[in-house]
């Protein structure tokens, strides 16, 4: 599984901050694409990132599903704001209730490529979502912008 | 739960404690304000906040309340050291985002007509916007570490500022306890190049022209003068704080779990103050304060750069002072009273400024009299005012609101503003803006947020601070 490019997402309107709302049919799939969602809100053309450039793997743990993605979509935010890197592909390679691995492929930011358009502070931990039903799984998120 | 809300006073309004609440909860707020069910979100808020072990008084929301997550924007509570907890967030992400105004001898008249050149100057020597940082300003460990300790000491101690004393900067512009160790090496990463930048979202850095005094001894007191130009600072502690924020978060739900505390939200997660996990937020907290203190006495120094050297102005003509420094996203043990008694309480303002009343043994000698400064940002195109504590704050442990508060997402505020050409409009009432991102500006336009006005007045009528100033924006510099 791999998510590259824009994702299909709605976002919620929230008055300070701006929330994700993410279907998928499997589990995996809801995490790439949230990944893929943060990247499209941080960036004017997320699509600009050249996907093959650069490689990075990551290990995330948390104590549940939900606060799990919490963790994944700030780790995200951390690499991106220490290390100034901007990604474009994500594939999740193992996911459990409690811990992700992921491999996230990108580039260096460039600004005379790419433009932050939104700046995000963090994911947060209310109304926050991830569930299953029959036809697949539901993801919420609220960030901080 | 259902809650009720009972209107006690003219800018009161009571949550009585049912339920889980362990308080009432008490919402500053005018009936306009409060009109079409707009307190009731917040108000759900509120009563989550007070459910909190150890809260004392009031769980409490002033009239600039906006639904957050967690604790509620515009929002204190107060928690006994022993029985209480702290809790990440109700401090915020941006830890210590906060105002810093400073006054000068120039009248209106000298500086319109130069309006543009020290817009222009003010632009290029503080960076905002995303991801702004500055290069020139590359801090080593150990210099970070004395940010981190220092606050705003560590910039005057190398000639960054403009002079005064700091003992007109909240806490004196560094908190004692801050533990630079308790950083993640990814929260130093992210501070380090972000020193003396101001960001984007509400940030800005505004040339402003007193417009009218509504209480002239305390407005004298501080400078302040009809036609006098200002320049305030709206700003906090970058990524360092989001990512303090962060990190803590994850190590407090493991602690609520741990010491069994309730979360009506998880955004509430929280740990007892006197425990390591709790010592150890206050620590990193303290320390990403500090940073924000250093920040903004950074950003004061290029305006008094940018007056000397591209405006031409030396200190005699500018008479630049600074009036105060508030944060208004901060927690910190201050001593209050509390049913005639007084008591060392966890102070946790989100949203909220401290509002020292007259007499307060923490102001400083010129303040005295007159009380503490508060500074209340308004929005760009609109005003902002000055305020002064007084002694009915003591009810808010001290507290007064912050700012206007918005009132449309930015989602809806972008296409409320449309294709509008928002600097023209600005131009047109006499606002330079000088902005690094069209879409922050969009979000930004007076129509997303409350008119502060109104939030200042019930601020006002509700006895927590009185007007002292208002001030009209000349220049806007946004990120």
């Not at chain 1, 994702?7 to 589990?27: E, F, I, K, N």
């Not at chain 1, 969602?37 to 990551?58: G, N, T």
């Not at chain 1, 992921?102 to 991830?130: N, W």
């Not at chain 2, 250093?294 to 500018?318: D, Y």
Request: with cysteine; proline share 4%.
């Amino acid at each position: 599984m791999t998510t590259t490019g824009r994702p299909v997402y709605r976002q919620l309107d929230h008055t300070a901050d701006l929330g994700l709302l993410v279907r998928a049919p499997s589990a995996e799939l809801l995490f790439e694409r949230m990944a893929a969602a943060l990247f499209d809100v941080m960036l004017a053309d997320m699509e600009a990132v050249d996907s093959a450039a650069r490689s990075r793997d990551v290990v995330v743990e948390a104590s549940d599903r939900e606060t799990l993605l919490v963790a994944w979509l700030n780790e995200l935010i951390g690499i991106a704001a220490s290390e100034e890197l901007v990604f474009s592909r994500f594939e999740v390679t193992g996911l459990a209730v409690d811990r992700l691995s992921a491999r996230m492929g990108g580039e260096p930011f460039d600004p005379a490529r790419h433009r932050y358009e939104t700046e995000v502070k963090a994911a947060t931990y209310h109304y926050l979502l991830v569930s299953e039903d029959e036809d697949g799984w539901s993801g919420r998120v609220i960030l901080d912008v | 739960m259902q809650l009720r809300i009972e209107r006690i006073g003219r800018y009161r309004w009571r949550l009585p404690a049912a339920g889980s609440m362990r308080v009432d909860g008490l919402i500053y707020a005018s009936e306009d304000l409060a009109q079409g069910g707009a307190i009731e979100e917040p108000a759900r808020q509120v009563a989550n906040v007070a459910s909190l072990p150890g809260i004392v008084g009031h769980a409490i929301a002033m009239p600039d309340i906006h639904w957050g997550y967690g604790f509620p924007i515009g929002g204190v509570a107060a928690f006994d050291l022993d029985e209480g907890v702290v809790s990440p967030g109700g401090v915020g992400y941006d830890i210590n985002c906060g105002v810093r105004m400073l006054a000068t001898q120039l009248e209106v008249d000298q500086v319109s007509p130069r309006i543009q050149d020290l817009a222009e100057a003010l632009y290029r020597r503080v960076p905002a916007g995303l991801g702004s940082a500055r290069s020139d300003l590359k801090l080593s460990e150990k210099e970070l570490d004395r940010v981190l300790t220092e606050g705003a000491g560590w910039a005057s101690a190398r000639g960054y500022g403009v002079g005064d004393d700091q003992e007109r900067l909240e806490e004196h512009g560094c908190l004692e306890g801050a533990v630079p160790d308790h950083l993640s090496p990814r929260t130093r990463e992210r501070g380090r190049g972000q020193l003396g930048t101001l960001g984007s979202g509400n940030h800005f850095l505004e040339v402003q022209v007193v417009d009218e005094v509504f209480d002239a001894p305390a407005a004298d007191a501080m400078g302040l003068a009809t036609g006098r130009i200002v320049v305030t600072i709206h700003s906090g502690s970058r990524g360092l704080g989001y990512q303090v924020c962060d990190d803590f978060l994850k190590v407090m739900l493991g602690a609520a779990r741990k010491y069994g505390v309730e979360l009506p939200d998880r955004q509430l997660c929280c740990a007892p103050i006197g425990s390591p996990e709790g010592q150890r937020y206050l620590g990193a907290m303290y320390a990403a304060a500090n940073f924000a203190f250093a920040n903004r006495q950074l950003m004061a120094h290029q305006v008094r750069l940018a007056l000397e050297e591209e405006l031409g102005w030396p200190p005699g003509r500018h008479g630049l002072s600074t009036v105060y420094d508030v944060c208004h996203n901060i927690a910190k043990i201050e001593r209050r009273r509390v049913e005639g008694q007084e008591r060392e309480l966890c102070v946790h303002r989100k949203g909220a400024t401290r509002a020292l009343a007259p007499g307060d043994p923490e102001l400083p000698p010129v303040y005295r009299d007159v009380g503490q400064p508060v500074l209340i940002p308004g929005d760009m195109g609109r005003y902002s005012f000055v305020l002064a504590g007084r002694a009915g704050s003591e009810e808010a442990f001290c507290s007064s609101c912050h700012g206007a508060g918005r009132q449309m997402s930015r989602s809806a505020a972008r296409k409320a503003a449309g294709k509008r050409d928002v600097t023209s409009e600005l131009a047109s009432s006499g606002i330079i803006l000088r902005a690094t991102g069209r879409r922050t500006v969009l979000e930004e336009v007076s129509e997303a947020y409350k008119d502060v006005a109104d939030v200042v007045g019930a601020v006002d009528g509700a006895g927590l601070a009185g007007r002292v100033a208002r001030l009209r924006p000349l220049a806007v510099i946004k990120g």
